[in-house]
């Protein structure tokens, strides 16, 4: 069994940060630049942890799989990023956000990490725009901000439907700057596929360079992950092709626990599946929800166009439901509903698997030109991907997996069970619970970049006694000889089916059986099948080509090795909590379609320690403690 | 339906390239063109051919990773849109569709449709950001921005640096990528003490790098899938000409000597 030594600070909330800040070891700035971080990501944790440390003196080196940094997946989220500035006098506060936040991840995270993230949320505003990020502004030169899904304030920022892009090149361009000073080594177009261990350490990584295929060890005194989520476990998704869980799950089975797998964010405004060919799911901006409404027809069947139904036969289901909320309502809930509605035979366009979200009330009340202004962009591209134009017809939208909450499980201070590897933004687990709300992760990804790895990691520093290791070490080796033989491995199966067929395979398995709702016999199920998917896999699988070149049918074929092994424990994880909580719904557990927590038996985060090839894993739990807030039942009734 | 693709494929930079013609069947109009090459890709494989290599990651026109020449066209034939936006509805059954990758020799070819487009973040390095470090910046709303000067930096903040505008240029000119950035940056009050510098750095890397002049031919703009004004050139030349005559020997450092 694993030691989960959270480390939450003692003393009063509000300070824990603060003394914390104080009571940790500092680095002498002379001797800052002696240490050495490895950073794997340069998406928003990614690149501002980067350009962070080395402003601070630290050496970097940075690691993409991109062509650039510019490239990581960050910059496709587009609504918003939430900071409880109270700049529109709503009554928002660092403590409204940290309590809507928690309530938001079902009461599923931890108090301390989450109250630090909506205390920093506020310096994350000023330096973005010290960079330079062009938020939206009022006529006065004031931010303007908007509400977003979930939160009854109007706390985002946004850059039209770019937030993420804009934040992401505000970091990157941070980056680069550090590169030009030569603070910071890039290393781009070289994926990471293995931490290497030192005596129990983190001390580097080896990675691939995927123009050459050259293998190469890099040593370092600390290792930071900002690999991103693992959505692409279910091969349909708002992810990018390339977004993967390698590194994390390599890392995984060198001792980092796994929490909380299972918690994966559907978002339920995507652009229905068309087709077998499809690739990916492209979301349509939460932000939408704010002006359209959602509805399907009362009667089941009904396939007149939208215009030829009358209001009086149109069921705008979450507005009867959640009327408080109405189409506001959090992701898991506005996602369940229109699954319910599709279940029940009322789902529109083709396959029946879509609801309408609908313009005319608000085109009627505001005019074409206001929506075309906030939302223009967001309709063009729904009209080039379906041939429809929103502006004339409502859009179809379906819910699709988009985020997952699920992550390395990490301490107070960022760092894994892996002493030295510190695991930052989406690919850590440790502030969004359940069901994370909308424009909270590029908040958690540049809070955990820009405000608390530097310190953190400075603290690990200062305070370990670290032998001097390089990359002729051993271990460094070792690690080498095993990629090399998992590649000629890939390589030599010559089987009959390729990466992506499997992976497609596995996608439609977690969906159906993992995805919204979940239950006993289907998780069971899928056990059985991803652990078939697996040895065929192993038999039977087509990777073409050669180790020594460009080859991304090779790259691929590690990453979905990967995700069917991830998915397994996925499902373990989702078997195990044998209650409903925020994304997570067993369908065993529920109050008439309401998700029913357990919070006698289930307030904590299951960290999942790998236990060797074929052999169960093991659970870990650390209790979730709440001193602060009152456990109460969700109603957005 | 059905589709002829003529395809460059090249093994390496070094290795001489050349078109190959596949044919496709079953091409649904509601298939990217992307997933339209996924498509070719698993017919390959299962033929027993390599696939195209071909660069791509979000596939909703955000990443920049896209990049493809279709039938000499930056994007193919839709306007303001990427190539993972480009749907096949944009062809119709029987059309023979030639696909390129982007061609300038500062970005190098890496295979087929790959090439390395390092260049613009070496760019990006000269000067394309605002000096500031983590920590201690001044509470948001003391910068007062007019809503009109927002929206026209985020008009150019959009360049998705896909280098397209460099392809479709005769000249290889990477103008309005870096005209892009001097503008985000130098409409902004945040940008203003550096102003000379990053357009003196910018352009001056961009030469550097082996991207050509500027000839105002304007193919940039038609390409670029966020639809990036060639006013930006206007206002990068402007800032460029202004930060020349003001530019001034090296101070000497204090201790230095």
Redesign the interface.
């Known amino acids: 069994m694993l030691e989960l030594n959270a480390k939450i600070p003692s003393g009063p909330l509000e300070q824990k940060w603060d003394q914390h800040k104080f009571s940790m070891k500092l680095v002498n700035p002379a001797n800052k630049r002696k240490h050495h971080v490895i950073v794997v990501g340069a998406g928003l944790a990614g690149a501002s942890a980067a350009a962070t440390m080395a402003e601070l003196g630290y050496q970097v080196s940075c690691f993409v799989y991109h062509d650039s940094p510019r490239r990581a997946h960050s910059i496709a989220a587009q609504g918003g990023i939430n900071a409880a500035k109270n700049y529109q006098n709503d009554g928002d506060s660092v403590r409204r956000l940290f309590y809507d936040t928690i309530k938001g991840g079902d009461f599923r995270a931890r108090e301390a990490n989450v109250y630090r993230l909506a205390q920093v949320s506020v310096n994350i505003i000023d330096q973005c725009v010290a960079q330079g990020v062009p938020f939206a502004r009022e006529y006065g030169g004031l931010l303007a901000n908007r509400s977003f899904g979930g939160a009854q304030v109007s706390r985002t920022f946004y850059a039209r439907g770019q937030t993420g892009q804009q934040l992401l090149i505000g970091a990157y361009q941070a980056l680069e700057r550090q590169i030009a000073l030569k603070k910071v080594q890039m290393y781009t177009f070289e994926e990471m596929l293995d931490v290497v261990l030192v005596d129990g350490y983190a001390r580097g990584i080896v990675s691939r360079n995927l123009l050459t295929g050259k293998i190469s060890s890099h040593a370092a005194d600390a290792v930071v992950l900002a690999t991103g989520g693992y959505g692409n476990v279910f091969y349909l998704s708002t992810n990018a092709m390339y977004s993967n869980v390698t590194a994390s799950w390599r890392a995984h089975k060198k001792g980092a626990a796994f929490a909380n797998p299972c918690y994966t964010q559907i978002h339920p405004t995507c652009i229905p599946v068309h087709g077998e060919h499809q690739s990916k799911l492209t979301l349509m901006s939460e932000s939408l929800r704010n002006d359209g409404r959602v509805w399907v027809p009362k009667a089941r069947g009904d396939n007149r166009p939208p215009s030829q139904i009358p209001e009086s036969e149109r069921d705008y289901y979450l507005e009867r439901k959640y009327p408080s909320f109405g189409n506001l309502a959090p992701r898991d809930i506005s996602s369940r509903a229109a699954k319910e509605a599709c279940d029940d035979g009322r789902g529109v366009g083709p396959g029946g698997l879509g609801v309408y979200l609908d313009f005319a009330d608000a085109i009627k009340r505001l005019g074409k030109a206001t929506i075309a202004e906030r939302y223009g962009n967001l309709f063009d591209m729904y009209q080039r991907i379906t041939d429809e134009n929103p502006y004339e017809v409502p859009m179809r939208i379906y819910p699709a997996v988009h985020y997952t909450m699920g992550g390395l499980w990490v301490d107070y201070n960022l760092m894994s069970t892996i002493p030295g590897l510190h695991v930052a933004g989406e690919a850590n687990f440790s502030d969004h619970g359940a069901n994370r709300l909308g424009a909270s992760a590029l908040m958690q990804g540049l809070a955990d970049g820009y405000f608390v790895l530097p310190y953190t990691i400075g603290d690990f520093l200062a305070g370990t006694k670290l032998a001097k290791v390089d990359n002729s070490h051993a271990e460094f080796r070792a690690a080498e000889e095993a990629i090399k033989a998992q590649t000629k491995q890939f390589l030599s199966i010559k089987g009959k089916r390729t990466v992506d067929s499997f992976h497609k395979e596995l996608g439609k398995i977690m969906w159906e059986y993992c995805g919204m709702a979940r239950d006993r016999e289907g998780l069971t199920k899928a056990i059985g099948l991803i652990q078939s998917l697996k040895d065929e896999y192993r038999q039977n699988v087509n990777v073409p080509g050669s180790a020594d070149s460009l080859n991304q049918a090779l790259e691929n074929a590690g990453r979905v090795a990967d995700f069917i092994e991830l998915g397994e424990l996925m499902c373990r994880d989702a078997l195990h909590r044998e209650e409903s909580c925020g994304g997570h719904f067993r369908t065993e557990y529920q109050d008439e379609g309401e998700a029913k927590r357990n919070d006698d038996e289930y307030a904590y985060v299951a960290a999942w320690e790998y236990a060797g090839e074929g052999k169960a894993p093991i659970l870990n739990k650390e209790p979730l403690v709440y001193e602060n807030v009152h456990l109460s039942t969700r109603s957005y009734k | 339906m059905k589709i002829t693709l003529n395809v460059w494929r090249q ?2 930079s070094s290795a001489p390239g050349k078109l190959e013609t596949y044919d496709l069947d079953g091409v ?1 109009a ?3 063109f ?2 339209m090459f ?2 070719l890709n ?1 017919k390959l ?2 033929e ?4 195209v ?1 071909f ?11 896209c990049a493809m020449m279709i039938n000499g066209q930056a994007h193919g034939p ?1 306007k ?2 990427a190539t993972c ?1 480009l ?1 096949m ?1 944009a062809f119709k059954d029987g059309d023979i569709i030639t696909v390129e990758p982007w061609r300038a020799s500062p970005f190098p070819i ?2 087929d449709l ?1 090439v ?3 260049a ?2 070496r760019i ?3 000067g ?8 201690g ?5 003391e ?5 009109d000067v ?1 929206e026209e ?2 008009d150019a ?2 360049c ?2 896909c280098g397209a505008c460099v392809a479709a240029c005769p000249n290889a000119s990477a103008a309005l990528f870096t005209g892009a950035k001097i503008t ?2 130098g409409l ?1 009050p ?2 203003q003490p550096e102003r000379d510098k990053r357009a003196l750095g910018m352009v001056e890397q961009m030469d550097l790098e082996g991207f050509g002049h500027c000839t105002l031919t304007g193919e940039c703009q038609e390409a670029c899938p966020k639809e990036i004004s060639i006013d930006v050139i206007k206002r990068m030349n402007r800032d460029y000409l202004a930060a020349s005559a003001r530019r001034q020997e090296p101070r000497a450092v204090a201790g230095s000597g």
Not at chain 2, 48 to 51: A, I, L, M, V
Not at chain 2, 55 to 63: F, L, M, P, S, V
């Open positions: 093994p390496a649904s509601d298939m990217s992307l997933e996924d498509m698993e494989t299962l027993g051919k390599e696939p290599a660069a791509h990651d979000c596939r909703e026109g955000i990443c920049g990773s839709w303001g849109a936006q749907h509805r890496v295979k790959v390395n487009r390092g613009f973040d990006i390095q000269a394309g950001y605002v000096s500031v470090n983590t920590g910046a001044r509470d948001a709303n910068i007062l921005i007019g809503k927002v930096a985020m903040a959009a998705i640096g985000h940056l902004l945040q940008g």
